[in-house]
C-alpha cells in the first residue's frame, strides 16, 4: 500500500496538464536513468544535464502557457541547472533554452499581466550577475545586473571559524576545510556565485599562510580582507 501511495506521488510529480496537453516526466528504455519530457506521449527532449527533469510552476496568460523545466542529474550534489521554457499557445508549442550550467537556478514569476501576454522571471544567479527573464507575446530576452551585495555577517562567521582551522593543521599540504569536502566545495561555489568580490584563491593562500606560521586571523582582519566587497 506504501509503494503504491509513493508510485503515485512520483507519478502526479511527473505529470502536468494544460488545456491542451498532458506533460509527462519519465525515462524510456533507450534512455535508462535519463529522464525525458513527453507532451501527448511524444517526446520533446531529455535531460542533457545529467539525468533529471523538474517541472517548475507553469504561467497562465491570456494567450500562452508557459511551463518551466530545470535540468540536473539530481539532490543536493547536483547544483548547477540547465533552464528551459515550454511556451504553448494554443495546440501549438516551442521550447526555448534560457540559461545553462547555472547554479541552483530556476525560473520563479516575479510579474505577470495575463491580459498582455507579459511574465517577469527570476532566473538566479551566475559568475557574479543576478538574471532575469522576460517574457512578451512570444518572445524572451535576460536581462543582467551585476551583484554588488557584500557577503552577509552569518556566512562571513561560518568562514572566519573555518579559516582558524588552517592554524592547527599538521598535514602538509595544510589541510583546507572547504577543499577537502563535496559540500565545503559546493558552498565555495555558492559563495563565488553570489558574491563575484569574494576571491577563493586568497582565501586559499590566506589558509596556508595561517598554517605556515600558525598565527590566526581575527574576525575583525578576515571580514575586512573578505566580506566587505
Known sequence: MLQ???SAENEANNTL??????????????HEYTQCLFRNGERLFCSTAGGVLYFGEPVKTRSYTLLPISDSCGGNGCPSRDVRLVVERGSKITVKNVVEDCY???????????RTDTATFKIGNKQGYRLVE???????SVHRSKITSKIDART???LHETIKACASSETRPCFNPYNSSASGNRMMLSIEND????SR???NETCDNICGS????????????????
Open 104 to 114: 541552483w537556478c530556476e525560473l520563479t514569476v516575479l510579474h505577470k499581466n495575463a
Open 201 to 203: 584563491s586568497a582565501f
Open 214 to 229: 600558525g598565527k590566526e586571523i581575527t574576525y575583525r582582519q578576515f571580514s575586512s580582507k573578505f566580506c566587505r566587497g
Open 17 to 30: 496538464r494544460t488545456t491542451h496537453s498532458t506533460y509527462t516526466i519519465s525515462e524510456t528504455p533507450e
Open 195 to 198: 558574491h563575484p568580490s569574494f
Open 4 to 6: 503504491s501511495a509513493k
Open 134 to 140: 522576460s517574457f512578451r507575446r512570444g518572445t524572451l
Open 156 to 158: 562571513c562567521s561560518d
